[in-house]
């Protein structure tokens, strides 16, 4: 037999406590498999609130975070090892934890959504049995505590505080796989440790919640912030479904409240100066979105109040955008070049001039040619008349004897002429010099002549 199955075999896909009785069968192997590449938006820096983005998520995975979750921590037994744990505190108890590393911020809630890696571990293995690094995406969980989760999970949630914590959780059968498991790939009755690292953590309603506090609670720094983060996830979520309009008015709203907020620290001054810029740069984004330049201008206004516009790529390019949307756009290439001076290497900000640059000189070779066309006097314009070839000959023959004569002539037509032959007629004979076609009459009883001037 394979040495690899002498462990236990990791699922290609999470746990889920609603399908412990189904589970999967596709087994994965390949625990190095690339992670999920997370698509944007056709347009350039569309990705909304990059601080809390999927993508800077998983940027924040290094290789150790790997190792850390598919290699089994070092102890001799789960009872040596549940001995450093702390208890938590659990009405059935049996649910025990080891902070590896505290996370900054206030407890996890229970009306909290948590983003996080794990890795499951039998008491002696090597390998976990399950990981969410091992999922055909290897994208961390996001759950909300208690739904879907283990209780044993949910419970040592609630004892961490987050964002970003690593922590470790011995859990007993009865809060984890209860004691009948899901055999042959849940062992029955058997404590299974828990390897965590948390990412993000996400209040809940706290946006909603806000409103109902009072005038003083509103004001505190915390507070504020996690009302905030909330609006900022749901503003980014309606960016994604191109609900641009309700976007615009959560990030307003996110506004409202950090204009409200009384910070204590230097600290939490450049933190809300930060995030005001963040914010100002998505409603640029949304407002691009829309087409509407001139709100997009006074976004970009906004964050130069708080920084040098000039040092920030993105609110550079959008100042850009915007003039262009208006017409402007020697103004429109100024902030472009601006903003690809900080980013020489954005492919975006090169394609996005160079295709102006070709509109440009385009434009110019159409108003060149138009302009050419109504000043060119040596023009002369093609008249296709209805009249035979040998009408055409006869008249010039006639035309040339006539030209030839260095007397005064004058010769007088037959009537019955088409119109399109007198014309005919006198485009020929305007070819002649001196002699001209003139007509007398009307109707039927019109005479026509082509006579020889005297010179």
């Known amino acids: 037999m394979d040495p690899l199955f002498t462990e236990p075999i990791p699922l290609s896909e999470g746990i889920n406590v609603r399908e412990l009785l189904n589970m999967p069968q ?12 997370f698509h944007k938006d056709d347009d350039i820096f569309a990705t909304m609130d990059d601080d809390s983005s999927d993508e800077d998520v998983l940027a924040t995975i290094e290789k150790s975070v790997d190792d850390t979750m598919l290699a089994s921590p070092e102890y001799q037994s789960f009872a040596d090892l549940g001995a450093k744990m702390v208890e938590c505190v659990c009405p059935s108890g049996g649910v025990r934890i080891l902070v590896i590393e505290e996370g900054d911020g206030p407890l996890v809630s229970l009306d909290s959504e948590v983003t996080f890696h794990y890795a499951g571990y039998w008491e002696g293995a090597s390998i976990p049995f399950d990981c969410s690094l091992t999922t055909k995406t290897g994208a961390p969980l996001r759950q909300r505590v208690g739904t879907d989760m283990l209780p044993g999970l949910a419970i040592g949630f609630l004892n961490v505080h987050g964002p970003s914590a690593r922590f470790q959780l011995l859990l007993a059968p009865h809060v984890a796989f209860m004691e009948c498991g899901a055999p042959p790939r849940i062992r029955r009755a058997e404590h299974v440790l828990f390897v965590i690292t948390l990412y993000d953590v996400r209040t809940l309603h706290a946006a909603a919640a806000f409103n109902d506090l009072p005038r003083e ?31 615009i008015k959560s990030y307003e709203q996110a506004i409202s409240i950090i204009n409200l907020t009384r910070p204590e620290t230097e600290q939490q001054e450049e933190e809300i100066k930060n ?12 407002y691009c979105k829309i087409d509407k330049p001139k709100y997009v201008i006074t976004m970009c206004e906004n964050i130069d109040k708080y920084i040098d516009i000039n040092t920030h790529c993105k609110a550079l390019f959008y100042y850009g955008k915007a003039h262009e949307m208006l017409g402007k756009t020697d103004d429109a290439i ?16 090169g394609k996005t001039l ?36 040998e009408f055409k000959k006869s008249v010039i023959d006639m035309c040339q004897d006539l030209a030839g004569n260095e007397d005064f002539a004058k010769f007088d037509l037959p009537s019955g002429f088409t119109r399109d032959e ?14 001209t076609v003139f007509e007398e009459g009307q109707g039927t009883r019109k005479k026509i002549s082509i006579i020889k001037k005297q010179t």
């Not at 912030?225 to 980014?236: E, P, T």
């Not at 995030?275 to 949304?286: E, G, P, R, S, T």
């Not at 007198?422 to 002699?435: A, D, N, R």
């Open 354 to 389: 160079a295709d102006l640059d070709e509109r440009m000189k385009k434009s110019a070779l159409n108003e060149r040619a138009m302009w050419q066309k109504a000043f060119d006097t040596n023009v002369e314009e093609k008249v296709v008349y209805d009249v035979d070839e």
């Open 275 to 286: 995030i005001k810029i963040k914010i100002f740069v998505n409603l640029a984004v949304c």
């Open 422 to 435: 007198i014309e005919c007629l006198k485009s020929l004979t305007s070819q002649f010099e001196g002699l």
């Open 217 to 247: 609670e509103q004001a505190k720094f915390d507070v504020a912030i996690n009302a905030i983060k909330d609006i900022r996830v749901d503003g980014k979520r309606l960016f994604e479904k191109q609900k641009y309009k309700r976007a």
């Open 26 to 37: 596709e087994v994965k192997l390949d625990f190095k498999k690339k992670r999920e590449v």
């Open 334 to 349: 100024i902030y472009y070049k601006r903003a690809l001076k900080l980013e020489p290497k954005n492919k975006d900000i």
